[in-house]
């Protein structure tokens, strides 16, 4: 399975994955299908192994993303995290220790109630709350004769707005600026690069997420109004998730209100008030990042 798939990419082998693990976790996160314009569709209109067994039909409600001035024409709003929990036994890891495909290790997780991805992500589609082309987005191509889970690699993802340098052999940190408004990042760019930092920039909520999720970001400078997904939705999903749960965020906020204390509640370590002041940015983020390191 797609975990095992993972580890293995991350070049931990075989054997190390059977004899420490009792169980193996993965997540993704799925749009969230807007409620003000999402259109009900008939649950034929999936592809035939994607459909709800005939027990499950009086409960499902199959839906649509459309698009409306509440979600930006998006069809979605917000994030929804799916779970993929694979529990290991000695059978199971006495197989993956004997480099079994990942189809016979997740035949006999199954017993043990292991749910690939696809069958939890399924089940969200037939409540209605994410669509088929939304999971089918975040886990790659599904056919009806391709019924194992996906590995990692299959995933097909938009390219990112911006990505990030490669690690400095100088190890400075790394820091995210993300901002609609591209004067602002060219700005907090080169001030920041001329302390010495290494600058990436996303231009809304959810490409500042991906880019988070692909790891090395040492600190996230956030920008509250944002199209796609605005800051707070940014912090939200970001303290919902183990590895970004501590990440630093400084937020940018166009003026005093409820918006700053609201990030702070969910966890941002400081804000800045546009206009920002150059040196007070730089001395933020100097206090942030070494809060971090002691
Ligand atoms: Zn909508």
């Not at 340098?165 to 901002?179: E, F, N, Q």
């Amino acid at each position: 399975p797609s975990t095992v798939v993972r580890l293995r990419d991350m070049g931990i082998d075989a054997f190390k994955v059977a004899s420490v693990l009792k169980g193996v976790v993965a997540q993704r996160l799925l749009r969230r299908i807007c409620d003000a314009c999402a259109e009900e569709v008939s649950a034929d209109s999936l592809p035939a192994a994607m459909r709800p067994p005939a027990r499950h039909r009086s409960t499902v409600r199959i839906r649509r993303a459309v698009g409306c001035r509440q979600c930006n024409g998006r069809g979605y709003r917000g994030r929804l995290p799916i779970f993929e929990i694979m529990p290991v036994d000695e059978t199971v890891a006495r197989l993956i220790d004997g480099g079994a495909l990942p189809d016979a290790i997740g035949a006999a997780a199954r017993k043990l109630g292991f749910r690939p991805l696809w069958d939890t992500g399924l089940e969200r589609v037939w409540d209605g709350v994410t669509s088929i082309e939304e999971l089918t987005r975040v886990l790659g191509g599904h056919s009806a004769e391709d019924t194992a889970p996906p590995s990692v690699g299959a995933r097909r993802d938009a390219e990112p707005a911006a990505v990030l340098p490669a690690p400095a052999a100088s190890g400075a940190p790394r820091i995210l600026v993300a901002d609609d408004d591209a004067q602002m990042r060219r700005l907090i760019r080169g001030v920041l690069q001329r302390e010495g930092f290494e600058v990436a920039e996303a231009a809304d909520g959810l490409d500042a997420l991906e880019l988070v999720e692909r790891g090395g970001v040492d600190l996230l400078i956030l920008d509250l109004d944002m199209p796609r997904l605005d800051g707070l939705g940014v912090l939200e999903e970001l303290r919902a998730q183990m590895r970004t749960a501590t990440l630093p965020v400084i937020v940018l906020t166009a003026q005093h209100g409820d918006a700053e204390e609201k990030a702070l509640d969910l966890g941002a370590q400081d804000y800045l008030t546009k206009p920002v002041q150059t040196r007070s940015l730089t001395a933020r983020v100097r206090a942030v990042l070494k809060r971090i390191n002691t």
